[in-house]
């Protein structure tokens, strides 16, 4: 499986899936869910309230699909990331969950592309090096003979500079 690395909008991402850190009410918010709700039109809000209407709220880790409306992408991956709380064990665990589970459901699609932005990172306030480890571990250590390529979205420099680092210490 090739990992890329990109610093740009999500939105713009030309692949199978993008992901979306959503928030648990499914209905679009700020940050990269905000973009993305903006960008792909209302769509995916009419199927993020349908979800949300059979299932009630979304939880923690877990990962569900929706079309991708507008944007270049066939899906919507939304996974709902932890709000850092200084419980690192709990938070990390959660973090790695909504990796893990965004790419079952890839899979589960025939998704050959991913594409992920840097979960819990900005208003959840989760340490940028500590989700980045995760991110790149679980990426890493996910095995999977339909998905191709995994690619890293860095919305800004410092997220980008960490990311670099760490698949450059998966790769060497």
């Known amino acids: 499986m090739k990992i890329e690395l990109i610093k740009g909008d999500i939105t713009k ?11 648990s009410s499914l209905l679009g918010g700020g940050g990269v869910d905000g973009a993305i709700h903006r960008a792909g039109g ?18 923690t880790g877990e990962a569900f ?14 996974t709902v990331g932890p709000v850092w709380d200084g419980d690192e064990e709990k938070c990390s665990k959660l973090l790695a969950n909504c990796y893990k589970n965004s790419l079952i459901l890839a899979e589960s699609l025939g998704v050959k592309t991913i594409a992920f932005p840097n979960i819990s990172t900005g208003v959840y306030r989760f340490p940028k090096e500590l989700a980045g480890k995760i991110a790149t571990e679980e990426v890493k250590n996910f095995k999977s003979e339909i998905l191709e390529e995994v690619i890293f ?20």
């Open 13 to 23: 991402i030309e692949a199978d899936a993008i992901v979306n850190a959503a928030n």
């Open 42 to 59: 209302k769509q995916i809000l009419e199927e993020c309230i349908q979800i949300r209407n059979q299932q009630g709220k979304c939880n």
């Open 65 to 78: 699909v929706t079309t991708a409306g507008n944007l270049p992408a066939k899906y919507v991956i939304h």
């Open 153 to 172: 979205v860095c919305f800004d420099e410092e997220n980008e500079e960490i990311y670099r680092t760490l698949l450059k210490n998966i790769t060497d």
